[in-house]
């Protein structure tokens, strides 16, 4: 295993981590005290809790991380790394000159600890690769594309059958997709093969184009796991996956738009990803197959995509999604990308897409919108976003993930629900089917 594909949520990192942290704090505890030096450690302790509690709430109060407040877990986490690190510098009053150095270690463990604390709660950088922004995946070999087809005569789920010795998971890694029409910066597309991908005269398969939040990375380590449980379950059968980079390398808030300061990420998405697609994967030509999706800013983006091009995709999948690209930094992108214009950043928003489309646009398009329960800011967003859908004509569903917040448990769930209600659609159902 690549040393950037360690696990960081769960396995042994976070337990070697954890308990590193726990021997430091020990050996910081175990000391002949005087009364100046416990004074010292109890103070520090408390104003490390105190700053660590003031500053979530700047944190939230700032926006710093969007408009959903930071989840509750990581109050104890910040008030309790600085309450510990307090305590450490705290009894380097007094100490001995090796306690000194131990204290001074023991801060940085502490806070080692306590960002993979935070990160397993967040969910959404399960390796060092996802949370350092560099790809962990190397480039995947591509089976040969042969000729693709349009729509199946019969259900995929009903004309497949896996021939024996397919693969029991689908493949993963990357590939440069080349920015030939955008000239856009953006950093290699993850890439997932379901198994009926890899198997001899494989299959034309439906294509979901994804994006990521932001900051994020292009990583299809969540929505592979996903399909292949799917896979799993019906035969082999999954979609082809591109997670595209719509923020690019510099890791910037695009607004999924074209502009000469940010670049042009949509037309890399809508036009070079797409065209890739077609040349690269063995799948099936018709926008009836075809779905475009995201999680937060990459949510906002697909059902942007999705309003705007509705003869490149006829599924949408929105999970937790901004309500429209660019709207944590408004003033901002309202300068960068439109150039000053109010209007032109308006008549961008998705609604407003929706809105003005004429009847029948939208006709024969299935949308699905997915929101934690816990955030109820961006609940908000999708009841807004899936009412703006069902009245322009598309097939909504609008889904509320019980007792999560806008961490990755919102990505997991939003897919497993996404593809609950898109699998039968695009004929990879067996149960529906058999």
Request: proline fraction near 8%; charge should be neutral; hydrophobic fraction near 50%.
């Amino acid at each position: 295993m690549q040393i950037w594909q360690l696990p960081i949520i769960d396995g042994a990192v976070p337990i070697i981590v954890y308990t590193i942290a726990g021997a430091f704090l020990l050996i910081v505890l175990v000391r002949r005290w005087n009364r100046r030096a416990m004074l010292w450690a109890a103070g520090g302790a408390l104003a490390g809790a105190g700053l660590g509690v003031a500053l979530v709430h700047v944190v939230d109060r700032m926006q710093l991380f969007g408009p959903a407040p930071l989840p509750g877990f990581v109050v104890p986490w910040a008030a309790g790394v600085l309450a510990a690190s307090g305590f450490a510098l705290g009894a380097l009053v007094g100490a001995r000159w090796w306690r000194r150095i131990v204290s001074a270690f023991a801060v940085l463990v502490f806070l080692v600890a306590a960002a993979v604390g935070i990160n397993a709660g967040f969910g959404l950088n399960p390796t060092l690769a996802t949370l350092f922004g560099v790809s962990g995946y190397d480039p995947l070999e591509l089976p040969e594309v042969g000729p693709t087809t349009d729509v199946p005569s019969v259900p995929l789920a009903q004309s497949f059958v896996p021939p024996a010795g397919m693969p029991t998971k689908g493949s993963r890694g990357t590939q440069v997709i080349p920015a030939t029409a955008s000239g856009f910066a953006a950093r290699p597309a993850g890439i997932y093969l379901p198994p009926a991908a890899l198997v001899p005269n494989a299959p034309a398969l439906p294509l979901v184009i994804m994006m990521m939040g932001h900051p994020g990375n292009p990583d299809p380590t969540a929505i592979s796991d996903v399909l292949d449980e799917f896979a799993a379950r019906n035969h082999g059968l999954a979609p082809i996956v591109i997670v595209a980079d719509q923020v690019g390398s510099a890791n910037a808030d695009t607004a999924c738009a074209d502009s000469a300061a940010l670049g042009r990420a949509r037309t890399y998405v809508t036009q070079d990803v797409v065209a890739w697609a077609k040349t690269h994967l063995r799948i099936i030509n018709d926008p009836a197959f075809w779905t475009i999706a995201g999680y937060s800013n990459g949510g906002g983006c697909a059902i942007s995509f999705g309003a705007d091009y509705p003869t490149l995709w006829k599924n949408i999948l929105d999970i937790s999604g901004e309500p429209f690209p660019g709207s944590e930094q408004v003033a901002n992108i309202t300068k960068t990308v439109y150039g000053g214009s109010s209007a032109a950043f308006e008549a961008s928003k998705p609604v407003n897409i929706l809105a003005a489309a004429p009847a029948g646009t939208y006709a024969g398009m299935t949308a699905v919108f997915t929101a934690g329960s816990a955030d109820p800011a961006y609940m908000a967003h999708a009841d807004t976003l899936a009412a703006a859908a069902r009245k322009a004509g598309m097939a909504v569903t609008r889904y509320d993930i019980p007792g999560v917040g806008h961490t990755g448990d919102a990505l997991k769930l939003g897919l497993v629900e996404g593809f609950t209600v898109l699998y039968p659609v695009l004929g990879l159902s067996v149960a529906q089917t058999r």
